[in-house]
C-alpha cells in the first residue's frame, strides 16, 4: 500500500549501531504495528499501537523500541543492532472499532547488520 | 502455526478465472478469513475478508463453505500481474492483539 510508507527500503549498518526505522501512514487509522518477517517462520510481532498514548509490546520485542509520534507516525528503534536482527521488517496498520479490521502494510525495510 | 492449508502452487491462463482454495477446519464461530497476497520485494497486499457470507469487491470474491471449514478466493479474470504468492490467514490471538500467521501460501503463476 502506498498508504503506509516505510524508510528506509533498505539499509547496511554495523554491530552495535543503534537504527531506527520509520512508518508513515496516510490512512487515518489509529492501529500501527512492527513485524518482521525471516525466511520459513512468517510474521512474528515486534510492538504494536492503538492509539498515540498506547504502545504495547508483541511477541518478540526484547531488543527493540517503538515511539509513536503522532497519529499518522510509528518509528521502531534498534538501541544497539547484533546480527540476529537482519531481517525484513513490515509496518502495518488497521483501523479501528470492531476486531476485523484488516491489517494494511507497508513495502517492508531490508535490514542487515554486519 | 498456521491454521490453514492452500496448495503450494497454481497455474492460470491469463483471462481466465483463477480459483484458490483454503482449508481451515479449526477456525472458530466468530472468526473471519483473510486473503492477502504478496509480490516478491512488497509488502503483504490485502484483498479481502470475510466471517460466512460470500463477499465481493474490485479484486476478487471470496466464497466461504457454509460449515466454513474451507474458502475459496476467485480472481474473475487474472492478469500476468497477478503473479504472486497468495495467503489464507486465520488470525491468531498474541498479546493482547491479534497476529497474522502468513503460511506457505500458494505461488499463482498468471501465464500469458
Known amino acids: 500500500d502506498a498508504d503506509v510508507t516505510q524508510t528506509p527500503r533498505n539499509r547496511i549498518t554495523k554491530t552495535g549501531k543503534r537504527i531506527m526505522l520509520e512508518c508513515s501512514q496516510t490512512?487515518?487509522?489509529?492501529?500501527m504495528y512492527w513485524y518482521r518477517q525471516d525466511p520459513g517462520l512468517g510474521l512474528q510481532l515486534i510492538y504494536y499501537?492503538?492509539?498515540?498514548?498506547?504502545?504495547n509490546k508483541g511477541e518478540i520485542s526484547d531488543g527493540y523500541s517503538v515511539s509513536r509520534q503522532a497519529q499518522a507516525k510509528f518509528s521502531l528503534s534498534l538501541e544497539s543492532a547484533i546480527p540476529n536482527q537482519t531481517a525484513l521488517y513490515f509496518c502495518?496498520?488497521?483501523?479501528?472499532?470492531?476486531?476485523?479490521?484488516?491489517?494494511?502494510f507497508g513495502d517492508g525495510t531490508r535490514l542487515s547488520i554486519l | 502455526d498456521a491454521k490453514t492449508t492452500q496448495p503450494p502452487s497454481m497455474d492460470c491462463a491469463e483471462g481466465r478465472a483463477a480459483n484458490l482454495p483454503c482449508n481451515h477446519s479449526?477456525?472458530?464461530?466468530?472468526?473471519?478469513v483473510y486473503w492477502y497476497r504478496q509480490i516478491h520485494s512488497q509488502g503483504p497486499q490485502y484483498i479481502i475478508h470475510?466471517?460466512?457470507n460470500n463477499e465481493t469487491n474490485e479484486m476478487a470474491s471470496l466464497i466461504i463453505t457454509e460449515d466454513r471449514k474451507s474458502s475459496t478466493l476467485i480472481l474473475p479474470h487474472a492478469t500476468l500481474r497477478d503473479t504472486a504468492v497468495y495467503y489464507c490467514?486465520?488470525?491468531?490471538?498474541?498479546?493482547?492483539?491479534?497476529?497474522?500467521?502468513f503460511g506457505t501460501g500458494t505461488r499463482l503463476k498468471v501465464l500469458a
Open positions: 502495518a496498520t488497521s483501523a479501528s472499532g470492531g476486531g476485523n479490521q484488516p491489517q494494511h
Open positions: 490512512k487515518g487509522h489509529d492501529r
Open positions: 499501537s492503538f492509539d498515540v498514548k498506547d504502545i
Open positions: 479449526t477456525i472458530s464461530g466468530n472468526e473471519y
Open positions: 470475510g466471517l460466512k
Open positions: 490467514i486465520v488470525r491468531v490471538a498474541t498479546s493482547g492483539t491479534y497476529k497474522y500467521i
